[in-house]
C-alpha cells in the first residue's frame, strides 16, 4: 500500500524558534498533500492544502505566516512553525491521496511537536 | 456548512461481540465518499473501510461492514467478532473531492 512518512516524529523546542516538519510520499507521487493538527482526545483539523509548484491554500483561522509550508517536488512538502509558542504544541499529521486512488488519503505518523 | 458528527464518544464491546458505531454528516452535494479510520495508540491513521456514495451497495472488508443510508445522511460502522487489537479512536470522514472533514471521534474499549 501506499507509504508516507513524516520527520522527526517529535520535537522539542523553545519558544520563538522554528521548527521544520517533512512529509514524504514514498512510492508515489503526491501533487496534492494535506496538513492537520490533531490536539489531545480532539480530532482532526485540517489546516492547509500543500500545492505542488503553487502556493498552499490555508483554512480559516490558520496563519499563513505562522505555518509556511512548501512543496518543493512531487514527493514532498515541508510545514515550518515559525517563532513557535507553547500553545503551538500539538500532534501534526500529513496526508496524501494517491492518483486513481479513490479518493483515499494516506497519513504519516504524525509529529509531535512541543514547545517549552 | 458540511458536517460530520459522531454522536457516541466512547463505546465499549464484548471480546467476538459486535458493535455499531454512528456517523451522520451533512452536505449538499450529490457525489461524495465516506471513510472510517482507525487511530490506535501510536496515533497512525489507518483505513478501515470506504464508501462511494453513488454505490447503494454497503462496503465490507472482513469483519467490518457499514450500513451506508444516504438520505438519512447516516454512516455507520459494525465491527462483528470484536478483538481486542480493535480497540482504538475511530474517525468517520467525509470528501466531495480529496479534502477530509474529520467527525470528532469514538473511543472504541474492547473488553476481554
Known amino acids: 500500500g501506499a507509504v508516507v512518512s513524516q520527520h522527526p516524529s517529535r520535537v522539542i523546542c523553545k519558544s520563538g524558534t522554528s521548527v521544520k516538519i517533512e512529509c514524504r510520499s514514498l512510492?508515489?507521487?503526491?501533487?496534492?498533500m494535506f496538513w492537520y493538527r490533531q490536539f489531545p482526545k480532539q480530532s482532526l483539523m485540517l489546516m492547509a492544502t500543500?500545492?505542488?509548484?503553487?502556493?498552499?491554500?490555508?483554512e480559516q483561522g490558520v496563519e499563513k505566516d505562522k505555518f509556511l509550508i512548501n512543496h518543493a517536488s512531487l514527493t514532498l512538502s515541508t510545514l515550518t512553525v515559525t517563532s513557535a509558542h507553547p500553545e503551538d504544541s500539538s500532534f501534526y499529521i500529513c496526508?496524501?491521496?494517491?492518483?486513481?486512488?479513490?479518493?483515499?488519503?494516506?497519513f504519516g505518523p504524525g509529529t509531535r511537536l512541543l514547545v517549552l | 456548512a458540511q458536517t460530520v458528527t459522531q454522536s457516541q464518544p466512547e463505546m465499549s464491546v464484548q471480546e467476538a461481540e459486535t458493535v455499531t458505531l454512528s456517523c451522520t454528516y451533512d452536505t449538499s452535494e450529490s457525489d461524495y465518499y465516506l471513510f472510517w479510520y482507525k487511530q490506535p495508540p501510536s496515533r497512525q491513521m489507518i483505513l478501515v473501510i470506504r464508501q462511494e456514495a453513488y454505490k447503494q451497495q454497503n462496503a465490507t472488508e472482513n469483519r467490518f461492514s457499514v450500513n451506508f443510508q444516504k438520505a438519512a445522511k447516516s454512516f455507520s460502522l459494525k465491527i462483528s467478532d470484536s478483538q481486542l487489537g480493535d480497540a482504538a479512536m475511530y474517525f468517520c470522514a467525509y470528501t466531495p473531492r480529496y479534502k477530509y472533514i474529520f467527525g470528532t471521534g469514538t473511543r472504541l474499549k474492547v473488553l476481554a
Open positions: 512510492d508515489f507521487q503526491a501533487t496534492t
Open positions: 496526508s496524501a491521496p494517491r492518483a486513481g486512488g479513490q479518493e483515499t488519503q494516506y
Open positions: 500543500s500545492n505542488e509548484g503553487s502556493k498552499a491554500t490555508y
